[in-house]
């Protein structure tokens, strides 16, 4: 039977590796990610897991040993935050290149400089574009049950690349909130053994990992990186659709949140969709039509999907915790839209605003004043300042 418990994301997240029971776990602590891996190393002193827990000089060493030994054949994990990401960015590309099921939760914190541990999204929002699958938790809850469906997700033959689950420094990783934990037995079941087609040590069908790869081949084996992100969003609905039946919580590839009647929308990830659907039930009672969507599934991207979803609005902000700095705006906004330029019907109208870098906070009011505005731009079809930087001293 199910357990619900108060809980940190954090502690959330360490829970589920434990119950995933990983071969490998290389790792490095760093701020607000630290936790994850201090609490797992508990789990592997106490005998709690069978995993092969490697501490390294260096989050670079942490991905380097990951990949090998998923190369190898083992399900293989690690954890990290900032900085941490970006020293792992060049072994990012060889796990994804190599098609390695890697699982990372990744802790959103602002990156340097100057040195700042608190959150923003512009760690993972780096790595967008590594061939990393990326799925963000609002909640502890959502971390929990992401990660345990981000294994089998990432172990799919169908796409067999790696991912990363992320969720909000502090605000949710050291957060106390309320989580149902499955038990053990069931997630064991749910995630089953690994066994990969293909592995360094499988002496009787001997392979090659990391061979050079020029002009002759290089090409088509990056295509073949493509074909597997076309299969995620199918694969990500069909493993969510079998977690219902053991979790009875349900997710998708987006959350919309009131949003089918809704003249304006607000598009988020992460914690800040909670505060915002607070917002819109406090609008609501006013009359206004007022609507959220909240992205889960980033990378790939499920454009036609949220399109659809957006494309009968009147007016649409996103809200990006990251700075793209091309000066048009951030990347959640650039990504969506593109996605919209081609939706049926009249052109809906855009606005970017840019909040929280550094963990900064939102607040109610700031939220209320973005939906205002979106008001005023539905009216009168005319957008002053495509992007705002919210709540920044100018």
């Given at each position: 039977?199910?357990?619900?418990?108060?809980?940190?994301?954090?502690?959330?997240?360490?829970?589920?590796?434990?119950?995933?029971?990983?071969?490998?776990?290389?790792?490095?602590?760093?701020?607000?990610?630290?936790?994850?891996?201090?609490?797992?190393?508990?789990?592997?002193?106490d005998?709690?897991?069978?995993?092969?827990f490697?501490?390294v000089?260096?989050?670079?060493?942490?991905?380097?040993?990951?990949?090998?030994?998923?190369?190898?054949?083992?399900?293989?994990?690690?954890?990290?935050?900032?900085?941490?990401?970006?020293?792992?960015?060049?072994?990012?590309?060889?796990?994804?290149?190599?098609?390695?099921?890697?699982?990372?939760?990744?802790v959103?914190?602002?990156?340097s400089?100057?040195?700042?541990?608190?959150?923003d999204?512009s760690?993972?929002?780096g790595?967008?574009?590594?061939?990393?699958?990326?799925?963000?938790?609002e909640?502890a809850?959502?971390?929990?049950?992401?990660?345990?469906?981000?294994?089998?997700?990432?172990?799919h033959?169908?796409?067999?690349?790696?991912?990363?689950?992320?969720?909000?420094?502090?605000?949710?990783?050291?957060?106390?909130?309320n989580a149902?934990?499955?038990?053990?037995?069931?997630?064991?079941?749910?995630?089953?053994?690994?066994?990969?087609?293909?592995?360094?040590?499988?002496?009787?069908?001997?392979?090659?990992?990391?061979?050079?790869?020029?002009?002759?081949?290089?090409?088509?084996?990056?295509?073949?990186?493509?074909?597997?992100h076309?299969?995620?969003?199918?694969?990500?609905?069909?493993?969510?659709?079998?977690?219902?039946?053991?979790?009875?919580?349900?997710?998708k590839?987006?959350d919309?949140?009131?949003l089918?009647?809704a003249?304006?929308?607000?598009?988020?990830?992460?914690?800040?969709?909670?505060?915002?659907?607070?917002?819109?039930?406090?609008?609501?009672?006013?009359?206004?039509?007022?609507?959220?969507l909240?992205?889960?599934l980033?990378?790939?991207?499920?454009?036609?999907?949220?399109?659809e979803?957006?494309?009968?609005?009147?007016?649409?902000?996103?809200?990006?915790?990251?700075?793209?700095?091309?000066?048009?705006?951030g990347?959640?906004?650039i990504d969506?839209?593109?996605a919209?330029?081609d939706?049926?019907?009249p052109?809906?109208?855009?606005v970017?605003?840019?909040?929280?870098l550094?963990?900064r906070?939102?607040?109610?009011?700031?939220?209320?004043?973005v939906?205002?505005?979106?008001?005023?731009?539905?009216?009168?079809?005319?957008?002053?300042?495509?992007i705002?930087?919210?709540?920044?001293?100018?």
């Open positions: 039977m199910s357990k619900r418990i108060a809980i940190t994301g954090n502690e959330a997240v360490a829970e589920a590796m434990r119950q995933i029971n990983p071969d490998v776990v290389a790792a490095y602590p760093i701020t607000p990610q630290t936790e994850i891996v201090q609490f797992f190393a508990d789990f592997v002193s005998g709690k897991v069978d995993t092969e490697v501490t000089e260096s989050e670079h060493s942490a991905m380097s040993a990951t990949v090998g030994a998923s190369a190898a054949g083992a399900r293989a994990m690690t954890a990290t935050s900032s900085q941490g990401l970006a020293l792992m960015w060049e072994v990012l590309y060889i796990a994804a290149g190599l098609r390695l099921p890697i699982v990372a939760p990744v959103n914190r602002a990156l400089a100057p040195i700042n541990i608190h959150c999204h760690d993972t929002m790595a967008r574009d590594s061939g990393w699958i990326q799925i963000y938790s909640d809850q959502e971390a929990y049950d992401n990660l345990i469906q981000a294994m089998r997700i990432a172990e033959p169908d796409v067999l690349l790696p991912t990363m689950v992320t969720m909000d420094g502090f605000i949710v990783s050291h957060g106390m909130g149902e934990l499955l038990p053990d037995d069931v997630v064991k079941k749910f995630v089953r053994e690994y066994e990969p087609e293909h592995y360094l040590l499988d002496v009787e069908n001997p392979i090659t990992v990391g061979a050079l790869d020029f002009s002759d081949w290089y090409f088509e084996h990056r295509r073949q990186m493509v074909d597997a076309t299969n995620v969003k199918d694969v990500v609905l069909q493993v969510a659709k079998e977690f219902k039946e053991i979790s009875g919580r349900e997710y590839l987006f919309s949140y009131k089918d009647d003249e304006v929308a607000i598009v988020v990830i992460n914690s800040a969709a909670g505060t915002a659907k607070t917002v819109v039930d406090e609008l609501r009672e006013k009359g206004l039509k007022v609507g959220l909240k992205i889960r980033f990378r790939p991207f499920p454009y036609e999907e949220i399109a979803a957006l494309s009968d609005k009147k007016a649409i902000a996103v809200l990006d915790r990251a700075d793209s700095l091309s000066l048009m705006g990347p959640l906004y969506l839209r593109a919209m330029y939706s049926p019907g052109r809906v109208k855009m970017n605003y840019i909040y929280g550094g963990g906070d939102l607040n109610m009011d700031q939220i209320a004043g939906y205002d505005d979106l008001m005023k731009i539905a009216e009168t079809g005319e957008v002053t300042e495509p705002t930087y919210l709540g920044v001293r100018e």
